[in-house]
């Protein structure tokens, strides 16, 4: 049984009345049904899929001088074609994606349609000429084919060669080809002749007849209302569905009427199948009877949630709340780089053993692969996963002992996070620090002063009266507030322009970096010109 089928929304299909929705609720069981603007070739795969396949065979029958009567058998051939070619879209051949195993395709690289080749058939020790239609699939030998005799007839042979370049220049085997393009076109061109198809094929050839289990079973479903007929027209996933939103103060409903139309007639903006990057306007009828234009995303935000062609729940994401990763799948240090030909390492393109948890408008949570999530929500993924950078130099009696420059572990969803993030690994540093130098005999005298560049920061860990209103970051407002108010540490607020640590957290212009690095070695950093330079100069002036 299949799982999905896709109409051409034609009214024998999709009418109130017609026999095959009759059909399709009393044994369509639990297969998905879906319908597709009708005279429009282009938005059916199937329609697409038969007009390829009519070209390839009017191309084969005229390049190769096939009879016209013979067109069903070419057919068959370039569908055994067309389905053992992959498909870059899905990484697969069709063969596979339906069966699940590799096509053998030795009798298509051995034969081509209505090539010549010789037949040895039962009894009969001699060899006879003949032309090859195609592989028989309905015969339990292997390596089974149709081929087309002299006398017009179809057999179904195993013991088939093709005819070498050699062969094809011996005078009398030109001459039997001769007589045998002759004596078949002779016969397939009366019409009152019957084509003649292999029945007589012997039994222990034929697949025998299996009980099927399902023969005898018979599908029903419950009486469910039908469906109003759709406007093939105006036809979208949006249309009909019914909202709430805001409105002047108060929440209203309504339903989503129509498509949106400009003066001549033409809907505006582009169909996505992510709604938050469908650009299509739509009308909307409240309940109230007033109407108004409204776009996707402001649509698809108002849905509480929507199911798809597929039968899948469309939930519109909230906030990704947390992340981990599978230590046994995901990749490390260790294995995260390859090699260019050029010689340069990048990173490998894979999110495999990533997993974030994601909170739904509905107030549900769940955990989600990576890979998932950024196919359903790539705006949101991108825009949280871009974790921020921690950067810190410390400096013993003025001059820089230590630096520290790496990607912090979890995203943060504001600057004021990360920069909390980063005043706490600081601290840690400077009181290993501090330890260090008690151990070594050097007696410390005063705090440690550490610059931040952000107010908010500075303010919540100097003030004791503050309150902090992201309480994710409470671990790292206690650490650091701690040490504040033990009076080893004191923390103040520097203008980003002046901060050293941002050689560390950023791509910086050249002059602001010379500007910095000279702070931190007490010189001037920049281009200095040699002598040749400053003699070529004074001789340009």
């Not at 996505?272 to 234009?293: C, H, I, R």
């Not at 309150?467 to 970051?473: E, F, P, R, T």
């Not at 540490?489 to 560390?504: C, P, Q, T, Y």
Request: aromatic share 10%; hydrophobic share 35%.
């Amino acid at each position: 049984m299949p799982e999905h089928l896709t109409t051409d929304a034609a009214s024998s299909f999709i009418g109130r009345d017609s026999d095959w929705k009759s059909f399709f609720s009393r044994n369509g069981g639990n297969i998905k049904l879906d319908y597709s603007a009708p005279y429009k070739q282009r938005s059916n795969l199937a329609e697409q899929g038969v007009k390829f396949l009519k070209k390839r065979v009017e191309y084969t029958m005229r390049t190769k001088g096939v009879h016209e009567r013979l067109w069903n058998y070419c057919l068959c051939y370039e569908a055994d074609i067309h389905n053992r070619i992959w498909n870059p879209k899905t990484g697969r051949t069709g063969w596979e994606s339906v069966f699940g195993n590799t096509p053998d395709i030795s009798e298509f690289l051995d034969f081509d349609f209505y090539s010549w080749v010789w037949i040895w058939e039962p009894g009969n020790k001699k060899a006879s000429l003949g032309r090859w239609l195609g592989v028989n699939h309905y015969c339990q030998e292997a390596l089974s084919s149709f081929v087309l005799k002299e006398n017009g007839t179809i057999v179904t042979c195993t013991t088939v060669q093709a005819l070498t370049k050699d062969d094809l220049a011996v005078p009398h085997y030109i001459t039997m080809m001769e007589h045998h393009a002759r004596n078949s076109h002779k016969v397939l061109t009366v019409k009152t002749y019957n084509l003649q198809y292999p029945e007589g094929i012997d039994e222990f050839r034929c697949l025998e007849k299996v009980a099927d289990p399902l023969d005898d079973l018979e599908f029903s479903v419950e009486e469910v209302d039908e469906a109003d007929k759709y406007d093939v027209d105006t036809y979208n996933r949006l249309v009909g569905a019914q909202i709430e939103l805001s409105r002047g103060g108060e929440t209203v409903k309504g339903r989503v009427k129509d498509r949106y139309r400009d003066a001549l007639g033409r809907t505006v903006g582009n169909f996505d199948s992510n709604p938050l990057l469908d650009t299509g306007q739509y009308v909307v009828e409240y309940y109230d009877g007033s109407t108004d234009v409204l776009a996707a995303n402001t649509i698809a935000e108002a849905i509480f949630s929507q199911v798809d062609d597929e039968g899948r729940d469309f939930l519109l994401l909230d906030e990704i709340v947390e992340h981990e990763k599978d230590p046994e799948e995901a990749l490390d240090d260790s294995n995260c780089w390859e090699v260019k030909n050029n010689g340069n390492k990048v990173l490998k393109p894979t999110t495999k053993g990533w997993k974030f948890r994601v909170r739904w408008k509905d107030g549900t949570h769940c955990w989600l692969p990576l890979k998932d999530l950024k196919e359903s929500n790539p705006l949101e993924v991108i825009s949280v996963t871009m974790r921020s950078h921690t950067g810190i130099l410390i400096k013993l009696n003025g001059a820089p002992i230590s630096w520290y420059s790496k990607r912090q572990n979890t995203v943060e969803s504001s600057t004021f996070g990360s920069e909390f993030i980063a005043l706490r690994i600081a601290a840690e540093k400077c009181q290993g620090l501090r330890y260090k130098l008690r151990m070594f005999g050097v007696p410390i005298e005063g705090p440690t002063f550490v610059f931040c560049d952000n107010q908010s920061v500075t303010n919540n860990v100097t003030v004791p009266t503050s309150l902090l209103s992201k309480k994710h970051n409470a671990i790292c407002y206690h650490k650091v507030r701690e040490c504040v108010a033990s009076g080893w540490l004191r923390v103040g607020w520097i203008e980003s322009k002046s901060n050293l640590a941002d050689l560390f957290t950023k791509v910086l212009p050249a002059v602001t970096r010379n500007s910095l690095v000279s702070k931190i070695l007490d010189r001037w950093v920049g281009y200095v010109k040699n002598e040749e330079e400053i003699a070529i100069d004074s001789l340009k002036l």
